[in-house]
């Protein structure tokens, strides 16, 4: 079980995303995205598996959480540095995002 400071040592913040491109090189479909979570934490690249719900025009402009805590994982040839949150539904990962817009690099509290 994990617990409640297991939880808080997450650093989850909300972030727009920029660009968006498929990867090719990844060895699962995935699309090579760059989020913007504000002036602390900057733009950050990541690759996400979300290929089965999204085109990658429809991800610009869209808010995601992210955790931006976690050391960077090579993938192929590409340094992911945050990880997107989505949920496994049956046709995809969908990605998390807040109800109403928000600025980016606000924290999950």
Do not use: C, H, W
Request: charged content about 30%; proline content about 5%.
């Amino acid at each position: 079980m994990a617990t409640i400071d297991d939880f808080l040592k997450l650093d989850i913040r909300v972030g727009t995303i920029v660009d968006a491109k498929v990867f090719e090189k990844a060895k699962r479909p995935a699309y090579q995205l760059k989020v913007d979570f504000g002036k602390e934490t900057g733009l950050k690249k990541t690759s996400a598996q979300i290929t089965d719900v999204y085109k990658p025009e429809e991800l610009i402009g869209k808010q995601v959480l992210g955790v931006v805590n976690f050391p960077p994982r090579q993938i192929a040839d590409f340094m992911s540095e945050v990880l997107v949150l989505g949920t496994y539904s049956k046709d995809g990962v969908v990605l998390i995002k807040p109800d109403k817009e928000v600025e980016n690099g606000d924290k999950l509290g």
